[in-house]
Structure formats: structure tokens, C-alpha cells
């Protein structure tokens, strides 16, 4: 379907440029005069996500106004601050609390059943035929997560993109998280992906990395040693979805070899 069926639908103006993603489109939009986006899901992996965004009704997430087939109309969150912003000004500490507080918020039981949702030992499906191919960092991060999938611990409905890029400023809402990958498992995997945002240079400087690991075990009220396995594992399954696309892997090695347990 074309935008302006959608526009035409729910009786939307445009307030922005088209916004395209491998995965989706994006139109910033007014809804009765209240900013809001519309977003039409291209791939599965994202209409699983607004079907959880949904189920959340606004409770730690942007708020799903309507939807119909693959087109969701979303509460925009354009809030001044900015996770991102708050880190290079030297406030990385209150930026991992507030991501484990909004994280936090998406773990709490909800009345009804969830969406359909991916079992984290579905997620991590590419990172054994990479380990045995490539061996090294990749298989000690595969050891790690079978280990971890094979023994899950406190199982809740994931997110599975918390990042500072992906909870934005409501405004009055507080901070709303967006675009969810609608997983299931341990509640620890929803924090690894905090430690290698919000970008590289941050992620890789020298101290942050052990320094956000106890900021985030305490936050979170997460082991810290059970946190340093999931981010091995996640690193080496980051790594391996970048090897099979033929693109740089350097961040997602280096985060695994700083979650290495010495």
C-alpha cells in the first residue's frame, strides 16, 4: 500500500520527509494537529515489533494510536533531549540509568498475552556456524551462549534494541523506547547493547566499558558476571551477522574481548 492510502485513512498531514529504512517507511505526520509518525513495516521482524508496541499501550514505549495490516500511526516522541547528547556532555552514567529505567518498565507483566515473540535460542541461531567457521573470539562467544540459553533466568518479554538511539524524549510521557525486535528470554540480554552505543568511540574508550558494567549491574539488579556473559555472546553474534554481510565487525570483537571473564 502506498502512503496515501494511510494518510488518506486515518485523515493524516505529512510534516516531514519520507524516511526509508531496509525494513520500513517512515513519514513524520500531524494526527487531529498532534505530531505523530507513521511507520509501514516492510519485513516480519517489524510488524512483530509494532504488534509488541501495542501490547506495551504506551507504558515505557511510544504510544500505538492506530494500526492497520503492516501501517502503524505512532506518537512522536521529539523531546529536546537526547541520550546520544547527554553522553558527550559527560553524563554517560544518567543516560544507562534512565535506558535501564525505561527498560525496566517494558519488563513488567502486562494483563494480557503477548504478541508473537522470537525465543532468544532462535536469535542467536548464526552465531554457531560462525564460531565453527571462524573460531576464535566467535566460538568462545558461542561457548558463552549456549551456556546462558541452556540456563535462562528470570524470562520476560525483551525489547531486544535497548540503545540510546532507540528511547527518546516524550516530553511530559518521560523517555519512550521505539522499534523493538519482539524477543523472549532472559531479562540481562535486554542491557548488553548499552555497552557498544551509543557509537564506537564512546563504547571503546578506555574505562567506560567497566565502568558502565557496574553502573548497569546496579541499575539494573543484574549480576554483573552473568551481564559480561550476555555481552560476549551478543558481541559474537553482532559479529557474525556483520561477517555474513561482508562489513566491518572491529566493535562488536573489541566489546567481546572486553567482556572476556579474566
Do not use: Y
Amino acid at each position: 500500500m502506498t502512503l496515501g492510502v494511510h494518510l488518506a485513512r486515518w485523515d493524516l498531514v505529512p510534516d516531514g520527509e519520507p524516511i526509508t529504512t531496509p525494513s520500513s517507511l517512515l513519514l513524520p505526520v500531524r494526527h487531529n494537529g498532534v505530531s505523530a509518525m507513521l511507520k509501514i513495516a516492510r519485513e516480519d521482524e517489524e510488524r512483530r515489533g509494532g504488534a509488541l508496541m501495542a501490547w506495551w499501550d504506551g507504558d515505557g514505549a511510544a504510544r500505538v494510536l492506530a494500526q492497520h495490516g503492516p501501517a502503524l500511526l505512532l506518537e512522536r516522541a521529539n523531546g529536546p533531549r537526547s541520550l546520544a547528547a547527554m553522553v558527550a556532555a559527560g553524563e554517560d552514567d544518567e543516560a544507562s540509568r534512565i535506558l535501564c529505567e525505561v527498560t525496566m518498565r517494558l519488563h513488567v507483566p502486562r494483563a494480557g498475552p503477548p504478541p508473537e515473540l522470537v525465543p532468544l535460542a532462535r536469535w542467536f541461531e548464526a552465531l554457531a556456524p560462525a564460531a565453527r567457521t571462524h573460531g576464535g573470539l566467535l566460538a568462545q562467544a558461542d561457548s558463552a551462549a549456549q551456556a546462558l540459553l541452556a540456563d535462562p533466568r528470570d524470562v520476560v518479554v525483551l525489547h531486544g534494541d535497548i540503545h540510546h538511539g532507540n528511547v527518546l524524549d516524550g516530553g511530559e510521557r518521560g523517555w519512550l523506547a521505539i522499534d523493538p525486535k519482539a524477543l523472549l528470554g532472559e531479562r540481562t540480554f535486554d542491557f548488553v547493547n548499552i555497552l557498544r552505543n551509543p557509537d564506537a568511540a564512546t563504547a571503546l574508550m578506555p574505562g567506560r566499558f567497566d565502568r558502565q558494567v557496574e553502573v548497569l549491574a546496579a541499575a539494573a539488579s543484574i549480576e554483573r558476571r552473568r551481564l559480561l556473559e550476555w555481552t560476549l555472546a551478543f558481541a559474537g553474534l553482532s559479529a557474525a551477522w556483520h561477517l555474513a554481510d561482508g562489513t566491518p565487525a572491529d566493535l562488536d570483537l573489541a566489546v567481546a574481548d572486553l567482556a572476556l571473564i579474566r
